[in-house]
């Protein structure tokens, strides 16, 4: 799968997922600064794009270079599978970035 | 009522903002020109930038696709700088409604739209706008009927992200300048919609 933008760092982590591909965020909560929402975690939703690679925020926010850089994905959710009570068209569904780390296969 | 004319001390954020400034000049990192010329180039990024984009693709189905393809480089093409800035456009279409939040803190694509409203840094949208986008955007005036799908994109990493909004119409045979006046911000960030052509007529 192409990325929408292309990065060169030195060192980046091969991607795992393709357009299309079911995956399921990990439902995890390890201290430091996470850009994954709490609200995302354990949700199921599919692969939307390839953004690109890019340094892990979580080793740049402990002031390291955030290398390997990891590819980072959006990824697309029915919006009734997030909220089990969502009001709203069934078809409604929210799109977020979220890196290769952060992703399981369902 | 305050006194607006009053003393105030500084706050907090304030204090620090003037400390470190101090003291990035005092170690010659920084000037007080420089300061001053990025506060100039901040002020500079306003939505008409934007507006310029939305016209341009609503004028030309190629730019239209470029833009979609990449945002960043599009810009480019009509001498906006917008880098290091990685721009993802979404289009609305009469099937799709997008909209754009960042519910971990208030990331926004400042060099096309400027500086953000205080609304979308606030907490309210930030965590109604993905619980509930349809009393939200009806809280602003945009009713969206069911068959129209919501996608609400929660830009919470490196992208940033402009919604291109439908072509009004009965502006057939408008330049790229009289059609970007109808492109206001908010219908850039999704929650209204380009203004109509006869608001222009009068």
Redesign the interface.
């Known amino acids: 799968m192409q990325a929408q933008y292309v990065t060169h760092y030195p060192l980046q982590e091969k991607p795992l997922f393709e357009a299309g591909e079911r995956v399921r965020v990990r439902n995890a909560a390890p201290p430091g600064h996470i850009r994954t929402p709490f609200y995302i975690r354990g949700c199921a939703g599919e692969i939307e794009r390839l953004c690109g690679a890019f340094p892990n925020p979580e080793e740049l926010a402990q002031m390291r270079d955030g290398l390997p850089a990891k590819p980072l994905y959006r990824v697309r959710f029915a919006q009734k599978d997030v909220w089990p009570d969502y009001k709203g068209s069934p078809a409604d569904v929210l799109e977020i970035e979220i890196f290769q780390h952060w992703l399981e296969k369902t | 009522m305050t006194d607006r004319g009053k003393y105030q001390p500084l706050s907090y954020f304030q204090l620090m903002e003037v400390t470190l400034r101090e003291l990035l000049v005092e170690k010659g990192l920084i000037t007080e020109e420089d300061v001053r010329r990025q506060v100039d180039d901040m002020r500079a990024r306003t939505p008409e930038r934007g507006a310029r984009v939305v016209a341009r693709a609503w004028s030309d189905t190629g730019f239209r696709q470029r833009l979609i393809?990449?945002g960043?480089k599009a810009c480019e093409e009509i001498g906006l700088e917008v880098a290091p800035m990685?721009l993802?456009v979404v289009e609305n279409s009469p099937r799709v409604h997008n909209v754009i939040v960042c519910?971990?803190c208030s990331c926004y694509p400042r060099p096309l739209l400027g500086i953000p409203p205080d609304w979308y840094k606030s907490r309210a949208y930030r965590s109604r706008m993905?619980?509930?986008?349809?009393?939200v955007l009806k809280e602003f005036g945009l009713e969206m009927k069911?068959?129209?799908?919501?996608?609400?994109?929660?830009?919470?990493?490196?992208?940033r992200y402009m919604v291109l909004p439908m072509r009004p119409a009965g502006t057939d045979g408008w330049n790229e300048e009289r059609l970007a006046s109808l492109v206001n911000r908010d219908s850039m960030i999704g929650v209204a919609l380009p203004m109509a052509p006869e608001s222009k007529d009068r």
């Open positions: 393809d990449n960043t990685r993802v519910t971990l993905v619980r509930e986008p349809r009393a069911d068959e129209i799908q919501i996608r609400v994109h929660d830009s919470t990493a490196d992208m």
